[in-house]
């Protein structure tokens, strides 16, 4: 479980990452390229420190993913269009609850 936790967050944040530089691309969005590669980075380093300091993991991860959920839950429900939203709340949800047990485990 401690592996797949930790590759979850990692290409959770690459995921993030590619994402923001996608919202550059299309839309020329510098907010997108800076939120989604900070959002990326973090949970990047949560994934690589899972197995060292897990609460510290824990905390951050849980921090960023509740972060996404507030951005992409109120876009959705204004803008009514699934992508990205759909896909980043439900990795988002699950990426907190990883997060919540890693944290309690520990």
């Known amino acids: 479980m401690n592996h797949f936790i930790k590759y979850y967050w990692i290409v959770f944040g690459l995921l993030c990452a590619i994402g923001g530089w996608m919202g550059y691309y299309k839309a020329g969005s510098i907010i997108s390229l800076i939120a989604g590669g900070l959002c990326g980075v973090i949970l990047i380093y949560s994934g690589f420190c899972s197995s060292v300091a897990p609460r510290r993991a824990a905390i951050l991860a849980l921090i960023i993913s509740i ?40």
Request: overall charge positive; glycine content about 0%; charged content about 15%.
């Open 67 to 106: 972060v996404l959920l507030s951005r992409f839950i109120p876009t959705y429900i204004q803008k009514q269009k699934p992508m990205p939203a759909i896909p980043v709340i439900v990795l988002s949800l699950f990426s907190a609850s990883l997060a919540i047990v890693r944290y309690r485990k520990n």
